[in-house]
């Protein structure tokens, strides 16, 4: 039987929705930065949280859970829930611009919705998704550091440069640019932002995206394609891991495309160990 759809979450569903969070805390970083910053409020969280459950649930499990907002984050949930949620999403046009999480509700949801939001671009469905609590195995290179603000100018071509690479678009097609430079500054004034600079180029660079009470993921990992095979994107990614575990308190984590046999390699080198599947389907 189809559900009428899913629920939107509002504050008497807080302690649900953190018990959930807190049973997956890797997976389900990119929400739990979101819930801890901004609670469940739509307009400061920046997007809706979905459940399949009918009613508010005070105590207890939720039986489904999901993020709607730039992406469409399914956290957890059956069959039937994946269904309520696709019910939900399909009520108004598609804004988000993936699909991503943990593989077996990101594939059972797109089944869902492919036939009204298909063809995807690509969909990336073996993703492993990877951690490390402790210092990394390698030593970490010395000379990654934030970058300073007023180091945005030269940072920027080597943040784009990885954006098209790996996600296969321009960061800058419809608004210039402006949205993603503004997110860029805002990782930078954070001291989120990585690099390491070679006669003021970037050679390495990283960044921590979603950050929790206890996890840092770890994303926007490139090296200048003069500089691979040098080993600098295992030691540059062994500094940021420093920086969360050590400096910061938190388990790192990042999730790669199974295909990118060299990336799992560094990572698994780094001491990095898989912890679950995620998948993303990109439009």
């Excluded at 999403?89 to 059972?108: H, I």
């Excluded at 030691?235 to 388990?251: E, Q, S």
Aim: hydrophobic share 45%; glycine share 10%.
């Amino acid at each position: 039987m189809r559900l009428a759809g899913a629920r939107l979450l509002d504050d008497r569903d807080y302690p649900a929705v953190r018990a959930a969070l807190a049973a997956d805390p890797v997976g389900s970083c990119m929400v739990s930065a979101r819930v801890e910053a901004a609670g469940l409020d739509p307009w400061r969280l920046g997007g809706e949280l979905w459940a399949a459950d009918s009613r508010p649930v005070r105590a207890g499990r939720l039986q489904g859970l999901c993020f709607s907002g730039p992406n469409l984050i399914p956290l957890k949930g059956n069959a039937p829930a994946l269904r309520s949620f696709a019910d939900r999403a399909l009520r108004r046009q598609r804004t988000c611009s993936s699909l991503v999480g943990p593989a077996e509700q990101v594939l059972g949801l797109w089944a869902e919705l492919e036939d009204e939001w298909g063809p995807a671009r690509e969909v990336r469905d073996d993703q492993p998704l990877m951690a490390l609590d402790s210092t990394p195995l390698v030593k970490a290179d010395p000379l990654v550091r934030p970058v300073r603000p007023d180091e945005l100018e030269r940072y920027l071509p080597a943040a784009v440069a990885m954006f098209i690479e790996e996600v296969g678009v321009d960061p800058r097609s419809g608004d210039g640019g402006a949205s993603y430079r503004a997110r860029v500054t805002e990782l930078i004034g954070a001291g989120r932002a990585f690099a390491r600079f070679e006669n003021g180029e970037v050679v390495f660079k990283a960044e921590i995206g979603a950050m929790s009470a206890t996890v840092g993921q770890i994303q926007g990992v490139w090296v200048h394609p003069d500089r691979r095979g040098d080993g600098l994107g295992t030691a540059g990614t062994a500094a940021v891991v420093n920086r969360l575990v050590r400096g910061l308190g938190r388990t790192a984590s990042l999730y790669v495309n199974a295909f990118n046999t060299p990336a799992l390699a560094a990572y698994r080198k780094i001491g990095f160990k898989q912890v679950g599947q995620y998948a993303t389907v990109l439009f």
